[in-house]
Nanobody
Framework: QVQLVESGGGLVQAGGSLRLSCAAS????????MGWFRQAPGKDREFVAA???????YVAEPVKGRFTISRENAKNTVLLQMNSLKPEDTAVYYC???????????????????WGQGTQVTVSS
């Protein structure tokens, strides 16, 4: 019923920037948590960042200071601005939505109810 669609991935040189977007549709409620995860080849999916329904943000330590998450409520869209990209940021990035009424997002993927198809981010050295 709820669908998430990511966009904005691509190829970028180390030190460059990309902006990812995630659009939610299909009956989503107004209060929810939306997060970003990433998965590199041969590695587990890991938490990147999340934003709650009051625009409180949470960012994982490996990307803190470089990535910024924000929300556009009018279009049910979440953005992930990625600056100073490194080759180790290369991964498939997934958008996820948690319908629980909580202000503190979970870093565990099992807590999220809906997932997008993923968008590839490749950082060359």
């Amino acid at each position: 019923q709820v669908q998430l669609v990511e966009s904005g991935g691509g190829l970028v040189q180390a030190g460059g920037s990309l902006r990812l977007s995630c659009a939610a549709s299909g009956g989503t409620r107004s209060s929810y948590v939306m997060g970003w995860f990433r998965q590199a080849p041969g590695k587990d999916r890991e938490f990147v960042a999340a934003i709650n329904w009051r625009s409180g943000t949470y960012v994982a330590e490996p990307v803190k200071g470089r990535f910024t998450i924000s929300r556009e409520n009018a279009k049910n869209t979440v953005l992930l601005q990625m600056n100073s990209l490194k080759p180790e940021d290369t991964a498939v990035y997934y958008c996820a939505l948690d319908e629980r009424l909580t202000l503190v997002p979970s870093r565990g993927e099992d807590e999220y109810d809906y997932w997008g198809q993923g968008t590839q981010v490749t950082v060359s050295s």
